[in-house]
């Protein structure tokens, strides 16, 4: 069963920077699109940002031009680079798979930003 394991997240004030990673336990990850989602309290989780499987990038007009996605194969590892952070950033984030199919979610990591 593939598991997938985030950390990074924390306690920021705004305008500061943090650096998420997610680990997938899945041989084929250099084949799977991901994505970074994230759901605020009351919310309904949404993406925040996909990399395709060549390092095509995409962003949700919420955090274009302060979020970058990256993601290392040999690793099994996907990046989210958040700066310039904002309160409305606060949620629990995750990664997945980018498409119709998703793997098990996993914990996610909390993500606090302070005004």
């Known amino acids: 069963q593939v598991q997938l394991v985030e950390s990074g997240g924390g306690l920021v004030q705004a305008g500061g920077p943090l650096r998420l990673s997610c680990v997938a336990s899945v041989s084929i990850f250099r084949f799977i699109p991901m994505g970074w989602y994230r759901q605020a309290p009351g919310k309904q989780r949404e993406l925040v940002a996909g990399?395709?499987?060549?390092?095509?990038?995409k962003y949700s007009d919420s955090v274009k031009g302060r979020f970058t996605i990256s993601r290392d194969n040999t690793k099994a590892t996907v990046f989210l680079q958040m700066n310039s952070l904002q309160p409305e950033d606060t949620a629990v984030y995750y990664c997945n798979a980018d498409g119709p199919q998703k793997y098990l979610w996993g914990q996610g990591t909390q993500v606090t930003v302070s005004s």
């Open positions: 990399i395709t499987t060549g390092g095509i990038t």
